[in-house]
């Protein structure tokens, strides 16, 4: 199933290094994003993963249902998880100066600078490796009370370290509600500085049986391409079919 995905995506043809893919969820949760953490562990990849609402276990029981094991990565030092909900949990019983989530506690002019700074120092630690810097749900920022413009400017340092280090690809997750403008604006935003957007809905006619929701597949950079997909989920994978061959 990953290399159906990897197919529909054209990731099988274009090489990631160097670019960035934005994951926009319209929906809950998203099914692609670890389809792309498979692909990225099965191809040797180093991975640096930051997440902001879940723990280390969320990603290695789905990883294990996908074919790979992420706690087996962390530690032989192929992986690296940076945790927001680990590191709150510290910050509350300890006080901590190098804590990357101080800006919660403390108003500072660049609050994420710590977060960033973070993972600058696991990317310089494996010059010469290809590796995947993988941030999921980065609209839980603005939940935690991090203004969009900050939000925007680590998105940029990240996608910079990303051109600095050509041998690496940004891979980042963004949930968008209809009603929320502002990170409506940001996630428009974003969109305009990424190689691959992979815009993911739930089904407007409510749930079906054969389908999980509608994948738009957009390359900003060569093959320019924009293509519609359905999708189904299963415990070990996706399905992906071309709109009304799902029944096929």
Known sequence: MADT?????????????????????HSDGSPFLHSLLTHSARQGRRICLVSFNQLVGYYHSVGTRLGWNLNNLLSK??????GGLHTLKDSFQFHCPSNPFNFLFNSTT??????????ESVIVGWIGQPFSLVIDELDCL?????????????FQKCHSLIQTHSNGSLIVSIGVTPL?????????????WSD??????GLQTGKS???????????NVSPFSEQDFHFKCFDRGIKMFAPGTAVL
Request: charged share 20%; net charge positive.
């Open 5 to 25: 995905v990897m197919k529909a995506l054209m990731l099988d043809k274009i090489q990631i290094d160097g670019k960035s893919v934005l994951i926009v969820q």
């Open 77 to 82: 030092n192929q992986a690296a998880f940076i």
């Open 110 to 119: 660049c609050p994420l600078q710590a977060i960033f700074l973070a993972i």
């Open 142 to 154: 603005l939940n935690l009370g991090i203004e969009p413009k900050a939000m925007i400017q680590f």
């Open 180 to 192: 929320d403008k502002e990170i409506i604006q940001c996630s428009t935003l974003l969109s305009h």
């Open 196 to 201: 691959l957007i992979l815009t993911e809905r």
């Open 209 to 219: 049986r054969d389908l999980t929701g509608t994948l738009t597949v957009k390359w």
